[in-house]
């Protein structure tokens, strides 16, 4: 399995952990009310199992095992990769923590703008490895 793959994976199943903890307790709050502002948690709770735990997965999962180029263990432009790891990761904290009090709200913007940057870089590095089926259906 290669590095790249490694790292998004083993993030994606950190933001896993962190989505639940968070989900749980914004859900023991709307319950039994103890803590008023971890609602202000539901944002970056969105995000980190949305971005982190989902997106993260699949593009981990799809650098692995889309095809390799002809001939070799190649996987192309793996430099496109490496940047939408960062990117996600990026985007995912900026956008996440924006709407918290006292944070400007231009956050939210980079960090969409960071996400968005990491699916083109993504794109970018994949594209060539579509294949067309051989025998074609």
């Known amino acids: 399995m290669p590095r790249l793959t490694r790292l998004f994976v083993r993030a994606?199943?950190?933001?896993?952990g962190l989505g639940f903890s968070f989900g749980a307790l914004i859900l023991?709050?709307?319950?039994?009310?103890?803590?008023?502002?971890?609602?202000?948690?539901?944002?970056?709770h969105i995000e980190v199992m949305l971005f982190g735990w989902t997106v993260q997965m699949a593009m981990g999962v799809a650098f692995w095992?889309?095809?390799?180029?002809?001939?070799?263990?190649?996987?192309g432009r793996e430099e496109f990769a490496w940047a939408a790891f960062a990117l996600l990761n990026a985007g995912l904290w900026l956008a996440g923590l924006a709407p918290l009090?006292?944070?400007?709200?231009?956050?939210?913007?980079?960090?969409?703008?960071c996400e968005a940057g990491a699916a083109a870089c993504f794109v970018l590095h994949a594209w060539p490895r579509v294949k067309p089926m051989l025998g074609g259906r």
């Open 28 to 44: 023991a709050e709307k319950g039994v009310p103890y803590a008023p502002w971890l609602m202000q948690w539901l944002p970056l």
């Open 12 to 16: 994606a199943l950190l933001y896993l």
């Open 65 to 75: 095992i889309m095809p390799k180029f002809s001939g070799g263990t190649s996987r």
């Open 101 to 113: 009090d006292g944070l400007p709200p231009v956050m939210a913007l980079i960090g969409r703008l």
